[in-house]
């Protein structure tokens, strides 16, 4: 099931520079999007979402992008500190269903 | 905050044996999900309840698997004479709506998750 591609398994940061994870995905019927983070011996915690009738939603330091005719999102962290240092997870929903769909995953380290 | 929490955090049991797994959702939530993830690949979903009731299950979720919410605050997953390829770390999530049907989404909230081991 390769509906949500997280193609960069990770990513480094140096401390108080910007962030940028990408996610593709290929079902059109995708309408709710999510970002999550997870540590280590955790369960995923939510991040941001954004529906599909938006193309930018934004809480404190973390953005979420859409972009519909291209398939993709991305989720900005300005500016990154060493506790976001995480794997993220991009998940997308269709309307009429209950699941997420996940994609693999995309390691960030942020370097003090 | 609320979250969701789930019991134990390591299951052991030996292959063909029964196991339930655990889960008491945020309080005021309304939908329930399973998923798990196998070591090195996707959270993948397994079924979402609701009202009772399956609302939507994947085709991982076959007779071997059955859910259930006993009382008011915990929700179970059965898994019946499990297998090796059952390995993995099973994640709880609970949320407020779902958008199918409902007026809004609304995320879906996880526990830290069961690891079920099987030998």
Known sequence: ?112 | EPEVTQTPSHQVTQMGQEVILRCVPISNHLYFYWYRQILGQKVEFLVSFYNNEISEKSEIFDDQFSVERPDGSNFTLKIRSTKLEDSAMYFCASSEGAGAGDYSNQPQHFGDGTRLSIL
């Open chain 1, 1 to 112: 099931d390769q509906q949500v591609k997280q193609n960069s398994p990770s990513l480094s940061v140096q401390e108080g520079r910007i962030s940028i994870l990408n996610c593709d995905y290929t079902n059109s019927m995708f309408d709710y999007f999510l970002w999550y983070k997870k540590y280590p011996a955790e369960g995923p915690t939510f991040l941001i979402s954004i529906s599909s009738i938006k193309d930018k939603n934004e809480d404190g330091r973390f953005t979420v992008f859409l972009n519909k005719s291209a398939k993709h999102l991305s989720l900005h962290i300005v500016p990154s500190q060493p506790g976001d240092s995480a794997v993220y997870f991009c998940a997308a929903k269709r309307g009429s269903n209950y699941k997420l769909t996940f994609g693999k995953g995309t390691l960030l380290t942020v370097n003090p």
